[in-house]
């Protein structure tokens, strides 16, 4: 079974940064777009980032523009978001999910192309 496991989640105070990290297993990222997803409390999870699979696309929610930057580690068969200059509306759980794409230049920022879905990393930007 395909699973995908983010890690790298925490307590952080505003203005810190943390880096996420998704790992894939018993598949390589490679072949994907992969997408982070963050669900606050009483929200819709929503788009955060995405890198089409040739990681040659990459796309960010306006509310991250500049502070959060997606990177493939294909040695590793990892994909990371680090987020620099977090804010306490940057709360949340974050996913990261994987979506096989024909198309390798392009990825989606909605849920409903994704395949697979991690089990979620807790980020809290708190004083």
């Known amino acids: 079974q395909l699973q995908l496991v983010e890690s790298g989640g925490g307590l952080v105070q505003p203005g810190g940064s943390l880096r996420l990290s998704c790992a894939g297993s018993?598949?390589?990222?490679?072949?994907?777009?992969i997408g982070w997803f963050r669900q606050a409390p009483g929200k819709e999870r929503e788009g955060v980032s995405c890198?089409?699979?040739?990681?040659?696309?990459?796309n960010y929610a306006d509310s991250v523009k500049g502070r959060f930057t997606i990177s493939r580690d294909s040695a590793k068969n990892t994909v990371h978001l680090q987020m620099n200059n977090l804010k306490s509306e940057d709360t949340a759980v974050y996913y990261c999910?994987?979506?096989?794409?024909?198309?390798?230049?392009?990825?989606?920022?909605?849920?409903?192309?994704?395949?697979?879905w991690g089990q979620g990393t807790q980020v809290t930007v708190s004083p």
């Open positions: 890198i089409s699979s040739s990681g040659g696309y990459t």
């Open positions: 999910a994987a979506d096989q794409s024909p198309f390798n230049y392009v990825c989606s920022m909605v849920k409903r192309p994704y395949d697979y």
């Open positions: 018993r598949f390589t990222l490679d072949d994907y777009a």
